[in-house]
């Protein structure tokens, strides 16, 4: 299965990609882990995103489309993978056409700009593997530390609410033209994001099943 989550920043992409990724055996890819790892260990690329991912600009598509290309290649994604955050802009999209890459399903997961503010508020990340948690909807079993990893749980710098505006107003711009794209190409899966983190994975597997 080849598989893209679509959805706005904080609809829930990398929560789902989590579980769906132990569901079904395949990597889960986020765009925005790798690069955060890059901006920690201090890559060029890194040096190079810094600024764009802490002022939730989007990453320039050929430093993505690079990334994306070496990621692909890896041998555990032969079977299949999860696209947590990539594509997001219409030339990202037709660049993954261009390599060849055939995907099975998209999955949109619709939340409000409300409901979006508010989650983004009370996320917290673990610092070394990138999972994600939420203070209210999906708390870590011991305070600030992660269930996966032991990782120290921290706040994204993009998580400030200022940014989180900015951060909506590029994916309306930029990223919800994907939605008419793939619908075009009859990919296209709409999910209702939902209360419950458990809720809202039944209705993308029960998309994927149909
Ligand atoms: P990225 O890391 O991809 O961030 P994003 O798309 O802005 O999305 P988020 O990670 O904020 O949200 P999510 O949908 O994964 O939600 P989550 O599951 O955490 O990208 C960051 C930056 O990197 C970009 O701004 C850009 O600079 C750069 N970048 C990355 N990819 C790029 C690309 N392809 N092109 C260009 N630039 C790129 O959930 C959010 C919170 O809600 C969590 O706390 C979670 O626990 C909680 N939650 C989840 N589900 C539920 C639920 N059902 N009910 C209640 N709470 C829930
Ligand atoms: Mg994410």
Same mark, same amino acid.
């Given at each position: 299965?080849?598989?893209?989550?679509?959805?706005?920043?904080?609809?829930?992409?990398?929560?789902?990609?989590?579980?769906?990724?132990?569901?079904?055996?395949?990597?889960?890819?986020?765009?925005?882990?790798?690069?955060?790892?890059?901006?920690?260990?201090?890559?060029?690329?890194?040096?190079?995103?810094?600024?764009?991912? #802490?002022?939730?600009?989007?990453?320039?598509? $050929? %430093?993505?489309?690079?990334? @994306?290309?070496? +990621? !692909?290649?890896?041998?555990?994604?032969?079977?299949?993978?999860?696209?947590?955050?990539?594509?997001?802009?219409?030339?990202?999209?037709?660049?993954?056409?261009?390599?060849?890459? #055939?995907?099975?399903?998209?999955?949109?997961? $619709? %939340?409000?700009?409300?409901? @979006?503010?508010? +989650? !983004?508020?009370?996320?917290?990340?673990?610092?070394?593997?990138?999972?994600?948690?939420?203070?209210?909807?999906?708390?870590?079993?011991?305070?600030?530390?992660?269930?996966?990893?032991?990782?120290?749980?921290?706040?994204?710098?993009?998580?400030?609410?200022?940014?989180?505006?900015? +951060? !909506?107003?590029?994916?309306?711009?930029?990223?919800?033209?994907?939605?008419?794209?793939?619908?075009?190409?009859?990919?296209?899966?709409?999910?209702?994001?939902?209360?419950?983190?458990?809720?809202?994975?039944?209705?993308?597997?029960?998309?994927?099943?149909?």
């Amino acid at each position: 299965m080849k598989l893209i989550l679509l959805g706005a920043p904080g609809a829930g992409k990398g929560t789902q990609a989590e579980v769906i990724c132990d569901k079904l055996n395949i990597p889960a890819i986020s765009t925005g882990n790798i690069i955060r790892e890059a901006v920690k260990n201090g890559t060029e690329m890194g040096v190079k995103a810094k600024d764009f991912i #802490e002022s939730g600009k989007l990453v320039p598509d $050929e %430093v993505i489309i690079g990334i @994306i290309k070496e +990621r !692909l290649a890896e041998d555990d994604c032969k079977g299949g993978f999860i696209l947590d955050g990539v594509p997001r802009t219409v030339a990202q999209a037709e660049a993954l056409d261009n390599m060849g890459v #055939e995907i099975d399903r998209v999955i949109d997961i $619709e %939340v409000s700009d409300e409901a @979006i503010a508010k +989650r !983004l508020s009370g996320r917290r990340v673990c610092s070394a593997c990138g999972a994600s948690y939420h203070v209210d909807y999906k708390p870590s079993t011991k305070p600030d530390v992660c269930d996966r990893c032991g990782g120290a749980l921290i706040i994204r710098k993009d998580d400030e609410p200022a940014t989180v505006l900015d +951060r !909506l107003k590029v994916y309306h711009e930029l990223t919800e033209p994907l939605i008419d794209y793939y619908r075009a190409k009859g990919k296209l899966y709409v999910v209702q994001g939902q209360e419950e983190v458990k809720d809202t994975t039944a209705l993308i597997l029960a998309a994927l099943e149909g």
